[in-house]
Nanobody, 123 residues
């Protein structure tokens, strides 16, 4: 069973920063793009950011472009989401997922999900 584990969530003030991490086995990550999604209470899960296998291409939702940065370290089997200048509307549970294709924003193309990490932004 492929498993991804997110960490780094927490409570942060608006305008602050937070860095999320996503860990998995090499077998889980190898040759796959990884996306970050988020789901706020009462809302559908939405795409946030994507990074290809080699890490040299990224893609972002308009709502986070210029504020969030996705990166990966394949030697460590890690993917990161650096969140800067966060806003209250960024409050959500954040999930990482391996996904088929790049860039890919559709949930139906997800191979494996993590359990999520809560991010709460106070105003």
């Amino acid at each position: 069973q492929e498993q991804l584990v997110e960490s780094g969530g927490g409570l942060v003030q608006a305008g602050g920063s937070l860095k999320l991490s996503c860990a998995a086995s090499r077998r889980t990550f190898e040759n796959y793009a990884v996306d970050w999604f988020r789901q706020a209470p009462g809302k559908e899960r939405e795409f946030v950011a994507a990074i290809n296998w080699s890490g040299d291409s990224t893609y972002y939702a308009d709502s986070v472009k210029g504020r969030f940065t996705v990166s990966r370290d394949n030697a460590k089997n890690m993917v990161y989401l650096q969140m800067n200048n966060v806003k209250p509307e960024d409050t959500a549970v954040y999930y990482c997922a391996t996904i088929l294709g790049f860039p890919q924003t559709f949930l139906t193309r997800v191979r494996s999900w993590g359990l999520g990490t809560q991010v709460t932004v106070s105003s």
